[in-house]
Nanobody, 131 residues
Framework: QSQLVESGGGLVQPGGSLRLSCAASGFTLDHYAIGWFRQAPGKEREGVSCISNSGYTNTYYADSVKGRFTISRDNANNTVWLQMNSLRPEDSGVYYC???????????????????????WGKGTLVTVSS
């Protein structure tokens, strides 16, 4: 069964750090652009950070997380990471990873602009930033 599984969420104090992982099974991530999306209670799911498919070095960050979050991919382990530093209460929410296949170049910005068209979604991991 092909799926994405997120992990690494939890409760952290403001200013703290978390590292989220998105592991793929049943398929390889090479031809997929990967995105991290966040959904806070009562709000729409929004793109936080995305990375283009392998072979292209393109990343995207929402303005609210620039300079604090870093996305990276580890093709050898079929995993994408999201390092989150200097966390704020407004970063709280369920974080989902999603994958979309591109046969050529898949722009990270394009991927993060919409939740539509994804081939796979994970079930999410909860991040709570609170003192």
């Amino acid at each position: 069964q092909s799926q994405l599984v997120e992990s690494g969420g939890g409760l952290v104090q403001p200013g703290g750090s978390l590292r989220l992982s998105c592991a793929a099974s049943g398929f390889t991530l090479d031809h997929y652009a990967i995105g991290w999306f966040r959904q806070a209670p009562g709000k729409e799911r929004e793109g936080v950070s995305c990375i283009s498919n392998s072979g292209y070095t393109n990343t995207y960050y929402a303005d609210s997380v620039k300079g604090r979050f870093t996305i990276s991919r580890d093709n050898a382990n079929n995993t994408v990471w999201l390092q989150m530093n200097s966390l704020r209460p407004e970063d709280s929410g369920v974080y989902y990873c999603a994958a979309r296949m591109f046969r050529t170049y898949g722009s990270a910005g394009f991927l993060c602009a919409s939740t539509y068209g994804m081939n796979y979604w994970g079930k999410g991991t909860l991040v709570t930033v609170s003192s």
